[in-house]
């Protein structure tokens, strides 16, 4: 999996344009302001969030591929960033495997780029009160903790113009669907 450092060489596209897609987006550009990034979503431009439309109105580095053109907009990348809704069986996807372009997530670029220990909760029922019970005891004994992931809070979003992502000392609660486990190769450091 290439590491943060190395994005700066890649041809990014990003799949997946609402919560997570757009937090992607701003903090790569946080750290590559000129990188050319794509961005791809079986959306209209019309039905992405107002601040997503203006991030693109207002980026002359993006190259976008929204509502029909989304299945041809693999042609020029050599790194997806997949968001969590997006299915990992899409005929898109499956081409990108079958060229041997790499596919990653949030999560994925997280999990390798961060010294921070991480508590992955995952389930059927009762993430989400799992995972703020475990934030709010951590909380409470005076630990440097950040509750992230399903639960609402993209953990890139935390880290605008940072490319060290977090500290030996900090703990993160990371709430885990299914979506974003799907393809996670890297576990987190306790379960």
Do not use: C
Request: charged share 20%.
């Amino acid at each position: 999996m290439t590491k943060l450092k190395d994005f700066s060489k890649k041809n990014i596209l990003i799949l997946g344009l609402s919560r997570e897609g757009e937090s992607s987006l701003k903090f790569l550009r946080s750290l590559f302001p000129k990188l050319k990034i794509g961005l791809a979503d079986q959306k209209s431009l019309n039905e992405l969030s107002l601040s997503m439309r203006q991030m693109i109105h207002d980026d002359s580095f993006l190259e976008v591929h929204l509502g029909q053109e989304f299945s041809y907009s693999l042609n020029s990348y050599n790194l997806i960033i997949r968001s969590p809704g997006v299915p990992l069986d899409i005929p898109l996807l499956q081409e990108a495997r079958a060229r041997g372009i790499e596919i990653t997530s949030q999560t994925k670029i997280f999990f390798k780029n961060t010294q921070s220990k991480i508590i992955g909760v995952t389930g059927t029922k009762g993430k989400s009160t799992t995972s703020s019970l475990i934030y709010h005891v951590l909380q409470s004994g005076g630990l440097k903790v950040r509750l992230v992931g399903n639960i609402g809070v993209p953990v890139l979003s935390l880290f605008s113009g940072k490319a060290i992502l977090s500290d030996k000392q900090s703990i993160y609660v990371f709430e885990l669907s299914s979506h974003q486990l799907a393809d996670l190769t890297q576990s987190p450091h306790i379960a």
